[in-house]
Nanobody, 114 residues
């Protein structure tokens, strides 16, 4: 079955950095669009970034320049490098497969303190 397992979340001070990882299994990873989404308390889940199988990327406009998505097909892993973090980046971050998406990870909490 499809599994997406995120890691790398935690507590960081404003201005700091974190790198999230998501390991996928049960899929042909290299064939799939992968994405990161986030959901803050009381907010809708929103797209953070996506990367296609051709390594094309797109980002939420508000995050361009601070966040970078990448993938390592040999490791079935997609990453999200987050720099210059702000308190408003506090959320649960989810890895997801597909344009829909059609599968989600369990999420990893990112908390940015001011």
């Amino acid at each position: 079955q499809v599994q997406l397992v995120e890691s790398g979340g935690g507590l960081v001070q404003a201005g700091g950095s974190l790198r999230l990882s998501c390991v996928a299994s049960g899929i042909i990873f290299s064939d799939n669009v992968m994405g990161w989404y986030r959901q803050a308390p009381g907010q809708r889940r929103e797209l953070v970034a996506r990367i296609t199988r051709s390594y094309n990327t797109n980002y939420a406009d508000s995050l361009k320049g601070r966040f970078t998505i990448s993938r390592d097909n040999a490791k079935n892993t997609v990453y999200l490098q987050m720099n210059s973090l702000k308190p408003e980046d506090t959320a649960v971050y989810y890895c997801a497969k597909g344009w829909g998406p059609d599968y989600w990870g369990q999420g990893t909490q990112v908390t940015v303190s001011s």
